[in-house]
Every structure is written in structure tokens, then in C-alpha cells.
């Protein structure tokens, strides 16, 4: 019992993500309830749980227990979908502009904002080395994790060319978590 509330000191040094010390304390808890579970079943003079199991109400109450930690830990671990879908966009951002420099050391030039991002698929009138099966996986330019189109402009604002995502509002600008995704402000 000392040691379940002496937990969150016993890792206070420790670096740890912040769902891991939830998960250590949901587990201790576990083990707690079945071992006051054993100490009140010989208290009551019943057998011990290694030779008869447990009964239906204490699977039961077990069973609640965990389902009220879950209830409170499971949205605290997973409660981050828009910073996943940020990450996934940096990402697809990153293997676009491989593609692009790819493409412009067979070309000489970097796609116009005209010819755009299909122009990695799709072989656009005057890139006479265009690489045959062109330059991204899988033959397609993803979309962004919300469904939409990158924007593409060349030459860029920033950098030779911008890739932009409007996130999950779809229009340019926004705060939060409504702002945009640009390939410059990857690190």
C-alpha cells in the first residue's frame, strides 16, 4: 500500500510520457483490489482464490473498476487525433518535396505552380527527362490528412516552392487548431 501512494514520487526524476504513470497507477490499483480481495476472502474463513477462482461478483466488481479507470485514462491517451493528423501532414509534406528535388534534378527546374503536384504523376508537356513511374509512391499525391488537396506554389514565398495544407477548416489562415500546415515551418 506504501508503495501505490508513494508512486507518483517514486517517478518524479523520471521522464516518462504522461499516460505511462496513469497506466502504472490503473495497475497498481488492480493488484491492490485482488490482494484485499484474497485478505477478505481468508478473513471470512473462504477458500483460498488459487484453488476455487473468483466468484461472479468479484469478476464484477473488477471488471466496473477497470472500466472506470479506462473510462478515465483512455481519453487522456487517446485524446490527441489533431496533433497525430498535424504529424501525418509534416510527414507527407516531407516526402513531397523529396519528390519535387527528385524531379528537378531530372528536369532542371522545379514543377510550375501550373503544372502542380501532378505533374510528380503525371508527366506535364516540356519535362523531357521525367522519370518513367514518376516520383511518389504508390503513382498518386496523397491528400492531406483531412481529405484535401496541398497547395502548391513555385516559386514559393518562403523557399523555392511552398507546400501548404489549410488543416481541418480547409481555408487559409486559422488559430489552433484551424491553422495551417506549411513545408517552411517543418522542422
Known amino acids: 500500500m506504501k508503495l501505490f501512494l508513494q508512486l507518483p514520487t517514486l517517478f518524479s526524476g523520471v521522464s516518462l510520457p504522461p499516460y505511462t504513470l496513469q497506466l502504472l497507477t490503473v495497475l497498481f490499483t488492480v493488484a491492490i483490489l485482488l490482494k ?93 527527362k521525367w522519370r518513367k513511374g514518376g516520383y511518389m509512391k504508390k503513382g498518386k499525391v496523397p491528400k492531406d490528412p483531412w481529405g484535401n488537396d496541398y497547395i502548391y506554389l513555385s516559386p514559393g514565398s518562403h523557399s523555392d516552392f511552398d507546400i501548404i495544407s489549410y488543416g481541418p477548416d480547409g481555408e487559409s489562415g486559422g488559430e489552433d487548431e484551424n491553422a495551417d500546415v506549411n513545408n517552411w515551418e517543418i522542422e
Open 36 to 128: 484485499l480481495t484474497h485478505h477478505a476472502r481468508q478473513s471470512a474463513g473462504l477458500p483460498s482464490l488459487t484453488s476455487q477462482g473468483f466468484t461472479l461478483i468479484e469478476l464484477l466488481v473488477v471488471l466496473v473498476i477497470i472500466g472506470i479507470l479506462a473510462g478515465y485514462v483512455g481519453p487522456r491517451i487517446m485524446g490527441h487525433p489533431e496533433e497525430a493528423k498535424r504529424t501525418m501532414a509534416a510527414a507527407q509534406m516531407s516526402a513531397i518535396e523529396t519528390a519535387i528535388e527528385s524531379y528537378k534534378l531530372d528536369n532542371g527546374a522545379y514543377p510550375t505552380t501550373e503544372q502542380g503536384l501532378q505533374a510528380l504523376v503525371t508527366a506535364p508537356s516540356g519535362a523531357a
